[in-house]
């Protein structure tokens, strides 16, 4: 069964230093998106793309963050000087074209020190 | 203001001890209510998506069930591997098909 993949799995980093997190969709599916998890709370939506632009973003996602779909089939998460509240899940997932069923990555696991 | 809301919190039941999940949405225009299945340090895992009131959706032991204003995730049989937290989410927007979670519901079935 094709699926959404994430990596890194789990990434430390020092609080004001830039991260990447990618995203490889499944390959038919046209959006895209970054969700949240913090740890023990719901989980949030940041973006969603579509046809290589932001479709939709929520509050949280503001200039610390960007979206990118470099090539073909990658799609990244760029956090730039992060902050220990960035501390969090962050979910890949992708969605066919009528959006009526999107699938979530495992999860790449983000921890601000 | 909570758009979803999903009870209870958490769950025990018995193994063969069937019961139903609830998600309560207060939105408008419902575009869509999506299940998960999350299981800790995991991805949601897509189990339904449910357009409109009547409507239903099998898949195991899993029924899922649609109202006006809230949606059932009824539990048949459960067994021990059907622990994990059940997601409710409903799409918010038709522009990108963002998601709005709950908080979900715990569900542990012992033996």
């Known amino acids: 069964e094709p699926e959404v993949t994430q990596t890194p799995s789990h990434q430390v980093t020092q609080m004001g230093q830039e991260v990447i997190l990618r995203c490889v969709p499944i390959?038919?599916?046209?959006?895209f998106y970054w969700y949240r998890q913090i740890l023990g709370q719901k989980v949030e939506f940041l973006v969603s793309?579509?046809?290589?632009?932001?479709?939709?973003k929520s509050e949280i996602f503001d200039d610390q963050f960007s979206v990118e779909r470099p090539d073909g089939s990658n799609f990244t998460l760029k956090i730039r000087s992060t902050k220990l509240e960035d501390s969090a899940m962050y979910f890949c997932?992708?969605?066919?074209?009528?959006?009526?069923?999107?699938?979530f990555g495992e999860g790449s696991w983000l921890t601000v020190v | 203001e909570d758009q979803v809301t999903q009870s209870p919190e958490a769950l025990r039941l018995q193994e063969g001890e069937s019961s139903s999940l609830n998600c309560s949405y207060t939105?408008?225009?419902?575009?869509?209510l999506f299940w998960y299945r999350q299981d800790p340090g995991k991805g949601p895992e897509f189990l339904f998506t449910?357009?409109?009131a009547g409507e239903e959706k099998e898949k195991e032991r899993l029924k899922a069930t649609l109202t006006k204003k809230e949606s059932f995730l009824h539990i048949t049989a459960p067994k021990p591997e059907d622990s994990a937290t059940y997601l409710c989410?409903?799409?918010?927007?038709?522009?990108?098909?963002?998601?709005?979670f709950g908080k979900g519901t715990s569900l542990l079935v012992t033996p």
């Open positions: 997932a992708s969605a066919t074209g009528d959006g009526n069923t999107i699938y």
């Open positions: 449910l357009y409109s």
């Open positions: 793309f579509y046809n290589n632009e932001i479709s939709e």
């Open positions: 939105v408008s225009g419902l575009r869509g």
């Open positions: 989410a409903v799409r918010i927007s038709n522009s990108g098909y963002a998601l709005n």
């Open positions: 390959s038919n599916h046209l959006y």
